[in-house]
């Protein structure tokens, strides 16, 4: 079956640094999103890595594992404005490529 | 740029009825994929649309229906309401369906009550 597993919720302080986790099964992979939403918004793309790798993007980096079903986004420098939910999704190509989405972490930044 | 756009933005409507939601894509976007999102749950994918054609469809009654319009816009419909498919609905459209890097962009969803 396809399976997207995140966090529910973590909490983190302003300045600091968080890694939200993802793992996933799905019977096909074709590359791997996170999205950010903020409570009562529409999410909005963070990044999308497809390679095993980190990759950079200002304040925010994002990390896969193919062989290990596995991602992770990294938050640096963390400010109140992070409070959302983070949701990682999986292209599956088993599946005629549609996108499959993990319920979502809600970070919670505390002063 | 104008992003997607989504009418309306609130519904209420009660059990038994049947509702429209619209959806109309960033320009040159040809894929539209809808959701449903409910609290404390993930979103929760209806169907894909790309060139008119219907890609993809999640796991929903056949009370859901779409469809998508030669400029690309889409609709999506739920007949015979139930209290369950209070939700908010997402309609989310890319440059090309499927098979690509190209992130989703979301439009600000359509809130439905059912009472």
């Known amino acids: 079956g396809q399976n997207i597993d995140q966090p529910t919720e973590m909490t983190a302080t302003e300045g600091a640094i968080v890694q939200i986790n993802c793992t996933y099964q799905?019977?096909?992979?074709?590359?791997l999103f996170w999205y950010q939403q903020h409570a009562g918004e529409a999410p909005t793309f963070l990044s999308y890595?497809?390679l095993d790798g980190l990759e950079e993007k200002g304040r925010f980096s994002s990390f896969l594992s193919r062989s290990k079903g596995y991602s992770y986004l990294l938050l640096k420098e963390l400010q109140m404005k992070d409070s959302a939910s983070y949701l990682c999704?999986?292209?599956?190509?088993?599946?005629?490529?549609?996108?499959?989405w993990g319920a979502g972490t809600k970070l919670i930044i505390k002063p | 740029k104008a992003g997607v756009t989504q009418t309306p933005r609130y519904l209420i409507k009660t059990r038994g009825q049947q509702v429209t939601l619209s959806c109309s894509p960033i320009?040159?976007?040809?894929?539209v994929s809808w959701y449903q999102q409910t609290p404390g749950q993930g979103l929760q994918f209806l169907f894909e649309?790309?060139?008119?054609?219907?890609?993809n469809k999640g796991n929903f009654p056949g009370r859901f229906s779409g469809r998508q319009f030669s400029n690309s816009r889409s609709e999506m419909n739920v007949s015979t309401l139930e209290l369950g498919d209070s939700a908010l609905y997402l309609c989310?459209?890319?440059?090309?369906?499927?098979?690509?890097?190209?992130?989703?962009?979301f439009g600000p969803g359509t809130r439905l009550t059912v009472t």
């Open positions: 989310a459209s890319s440059t090309i369906g499927g098979d690509s890097s190209y992130e989703q962009y």
């Open positions: 320009s040159g976007h040809r894929s």
């Open positions: 649309y790309f060139s008119e054609t219907q890609r």
């Open positions: 799905t019977s096909g992979f074709n590359g």
């Open positions: 890595n497809v």
């Open positions: 999704a999986v292209r599956d190509d088993g599946s005629n490529y549609q996108l499959i």
